[in-house]
């Protein structure tokens, strides 16, 4: 497998998993494993490639997690009930591109042409190679190609038409595992030498850290020409990425598994301790902390103001609980804390809830918390001989 772009590197939480042992048992940072699309990937994938609104990946099995990411290849599994569901989603998802008027944009974007009746297969090759292509995140191989054309013949003996051979190529596809995972080839296995990956594992490297999809037109054209390593381009590239729309996933996926924000939605808050705590302030706090991170990722602004910005997203429902003046409208507006005691992410509700206990805060669960997810030093098990605390009454102060 190769390396990183520069010089080779085990992943991370958002990469590809833990580096491997070489022949002498040394870590040999450059190996990577098959890399599974997990489920948000597949479902962000399936609506870039087919234009669908179908979310399969929402009855998939629930994908293993380790140190906070569901995007790590080492810890990933597969079973007999995965592939029998990405086997259903395939046939839904080609069915309905099949069943679309002739002339719907969806259908014409994979049926870019009309078998001939007497010569079919060269429509055919034209239809299945580009929607490898496309599937696969690089160029179809001959011999990959060779094995999609041969069920038109499976079709045919079968008493099917060349549609019908057609929209098996197509399923075979969506199931090929140079689909489902990010493959990364080395060209020379046995070299020891580091050396970067190739330009389309580098734009699938690109597109499903900044937007859990797949590569669009333009980054796999970069890839295509052999630019995308070069620092210019690499940067150019970057920076059309991060203010697209689908660089929202950054937020969702990204900071929402980094910072356990995706618990959320469904983190107990005891409504007597805390009475003004309501649906709007839950839907208040995640909203502002994603508006907070985007602004980030879209200015490219110094790391360190994440924990030092004087600055964050309120609306009126979240401006009443920090004690701020209510902007006007129902929508997040930009406001300055400058004459205020928070600063940076730390301070914000969402961040501050899903650190807390049901009935009170916790210094101890977020220092724990800042010493795991910013500083990589999570401090050892307690004694066993601890007890542990008695919990108050709602509304009662702490012991002493």
């Known amino acids: 497998m190769g390396g990183t772009p520069g010089n080779g590197s085990a992943g991370n939480g958002s990469g590809n998993g833990a580096g ?22 597949y479902c962000n994938t399936v609506h870039d490639l087919l234009g669908t609104t179908q979310r399969p990946c929402d009855m998939f099995p629930q994908d293993d997690i380790i140190f906070g990411f569901d995007t790590i290849a080492s810890v990933q599994s597969f079973s007999s009930l995965g592939l029998e569901l990405y086997e259903r989603a395939a046939t839904s998802l080609i069915d309905e591109v099949v069943a679309l008027p002739a002339s719907d944009p969806r259908r014409t974007s994979i049926f870019v042409c009309q078998p001939a009746a007497a010569d079919p297969k060269p429509c055919a ?142 983190k107990e808050v005891n409504p007597q301790a805390y009475p003004t705590f309501d649906p709007a302030l839950r839907s208040a706090m995640g909203g502002e902390t994603q508006r907070f991170f985007e602004e980030f990722f879209q200015k490219q602004l110094p790391a360190i103001s994440i924990l030092t910005a004087d600055f964050t997203y309120v609306n009126a429902r979240l401006a009443t609980h920090y004690g701020l003046p209510a902007p006007g409208g129902s929508d997040f507006v930009r406001v300055s804390l400058t004459n205020s005691t928070r600063r940076g992410m730390l301070m914000q509700g969402s961040l501050l809830t899903v650190t807390s206990h049901p009935t009170r805060s916790s210094p101890v669960a977020r220092g724990v918390w800042v010493l795991g997810h910013l500083l990589c030093s999570e401090p050892g098990a307690p004694p066993p001989d601890v007890p542990k605390l008695v919990e108050p009454a709602p509304g009662a102060p702490p012991p002493l």
């Not at 491997?20 to 990937?41: Q, Y």
């Not at 580009?130 to 038109?152: C, Q």
């Not at 596809?173 to 389309?200: C, K, M, Q, W």
């Not at 796999?220 to 059309?240: F, I, M, N, W, Y």
């Open 20 to 41: 491997g042992t070489g022949p002498a048992g040394a870590l040999d940072v450059s190996w990577v494993p098959l890399r599974r699309l997990n489920r948000t990937e």
């Open 125 to 266: 090759t034209q239809i299945l190679t580009g929607f490898a292509g496309r599937a696969f995140r690089r160029p179809v191989t001959a011999d990959e190609l060779a094995n999609h054309l041969g069920l038109l013949d499976v079709a045919k003996a079968q008493g099917g038409t060349v549609t019908d051979g057609i929209v098996l190529g197509l399923r075979a596809i969506l199931l090929s595992p140079h689909f489902l995972y990010r493959i990364e080839v080395d060209p020379n296995p046995a070299s020891a030498t580091l050396h970067a990956v190739g330009d389309y594992e580098l734009a699938s490297r690109l597109s499903y850290a900044l937007w859990s999809t797949m590569p669009d037109a333009p980054l796999l054209a970069a890839a295509a020409a052999g630019t995308l390593h070069d620092p210019a381009e690499l940067g150019k590239q970057v920076s059309r990425m991060l203010l697209d729309a689908r660089a929202h996933a950054l937020t969702t996926d990204f900071v929402g598994q980094w910072l356990e924000l995706r618990d959320l939605p469904n």
